[in-house]
């Protein structure tokens, strides 16, 4: 059976592609490189990596585990340490199947899956990163807490809804997010308090693009648009709690996070209230063992990343040819090369991410307004583009860009502006059924 099938979409490569590039095709892309798997259903984003070597696999599966354990208050025999306060109970819980979380907040089977940052204005140097924590709600909004403990705040969440039409006529609506804070202890919010909303994004292929080199990243980046074509990446520099230096950072909406275990280290302290060796208790001790930080780290890196489909439709293939015409290639870079990694399977892939993990300015429509380490309050980190398609697969009706206020990815495209306001206005410019064309392209990522 399977045989079969490869042979049938080599061979539909070969005669697509012979007519007019002389010599052997290109093989067609891979999306994660060796670590691609062909499963497009709901479980897409739970694959193993299709390259994991066998002694991998048990730590593979150990690290599932761990991403899905519930954790309950001290003292419990399993998984203890969640609170005093907290956003969710598991990782899994807000990254569900590993894919996004949905943009709700408070209480409530769900309970909240958007993280709330929050920071006063007047960044001073004495703070890794500039951000000033808000009395009484620190650097983040923690509105779930244990049995006869007091949340920080309650956090609602209401929409804004505008409407626009394309030059040809056909209308849209858009929404954006208004988020309400009450401290529980009944104080005043701090004049000009800077609040950041953000989804969580999927976990796989996390791996692949760690392994990026930063020399890769710093060769895309072009800070002063120096080609004047208008786009300007520039790599974030983040605080690193282990080298406790400024480092690049790559990870979360706005590349504030150097690596994936400083990330995890922090989703279990902030998220869900449970110290670790990396962020511990002020006394010293932790309540997560080393290795289960580990095996969640090692969780993300191991896995697979959805193979792309319809490559030889025609449809499909304009709209790949539009995403490149109208410069969405320029930030949602087709191809990257990793460098080493200490797990081999992530090393040396080509892969296709469409991304250039750098920051950009991408105008007052989406800007938050809240720095995060060197980003400013209009730049947010390209988020890959791989298993895009799969999104509404995974979770229905959940949402796109950093706080999930794009319902289609139509939207989101309609939201970009700054840097990307040219791609976005060539969008809008389109015909209805090229619009459709790159929709269709995206939808098959
Ligand atoms: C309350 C919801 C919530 C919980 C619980 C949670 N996360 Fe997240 N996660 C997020 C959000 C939101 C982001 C984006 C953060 C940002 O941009 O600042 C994120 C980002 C990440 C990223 C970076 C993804 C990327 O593409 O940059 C990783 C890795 C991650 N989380 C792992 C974990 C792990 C491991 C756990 C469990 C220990 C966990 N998360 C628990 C909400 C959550
Ligand atoms: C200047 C760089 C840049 C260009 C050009 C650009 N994008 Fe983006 N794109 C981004 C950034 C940054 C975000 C995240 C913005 C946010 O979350 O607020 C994004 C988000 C997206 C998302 C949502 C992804 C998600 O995970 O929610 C889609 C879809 C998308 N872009 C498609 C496109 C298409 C199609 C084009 C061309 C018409 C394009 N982009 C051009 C930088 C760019
Ligand atoms: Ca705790
Ligand atoms: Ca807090
Ligand atoms: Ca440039």
Redesign the pocket.
Known sequence: MRRAFLLGTLLLWTTGCGEDAPGAPPPPPRAGGEMTVDDRTSLAFMQPAANLLAENDRKHRDGDS??EAIFVPSPSPVNPGLGPV??????????LRNGR?MPVMGPGPQ?????V?VSLPDGTPEHPGGAVPVPGLGLQVQDQANYGVKPEASVTLSWDETTGSYPDGSPYSLRAPRVAIVPTDGSALPAGMLV?L??????F??GL?EAVDIATLQAMADPDDRDRDGISGRVNEVWNVVTRTLTPG????????PN?KQ??????FN??G?SSPLFPEPDGTHELEAKT?DA??F??QSLGVPARTALDDAEVQQGERLFRSLGCVQCHREELTTGEHEVKEVAHQRIHPYTDLLLHDMGPGLADGRP?GAATGTEW?T??LWGLGLTHTVLPFTGFL?DGRARSIEEAILWHGGEAEKAREGFRALKAAERAALLRFLGSL
């Not at 309970?111 to 993280?115: A, M």
């Not at 990330?263 to 279990?268: D, F, G, L």
């Open positions: 761990a991403f907290y956003n969710n109970t598991s990782c899994n819980s807000c990254h979380g309970r909240t899956q958007l993280l940052r950041s953000r989804l969580p994004p999927p976990v292929g996390l693009l790559r990870f979360g909406w706005k590349a504030n996070s994936l990330q995890s280290a922090e989703a279990y998220d869900m449970i930080l969640a780290v969780y993300a995060d980190r988020p890959p950093h």
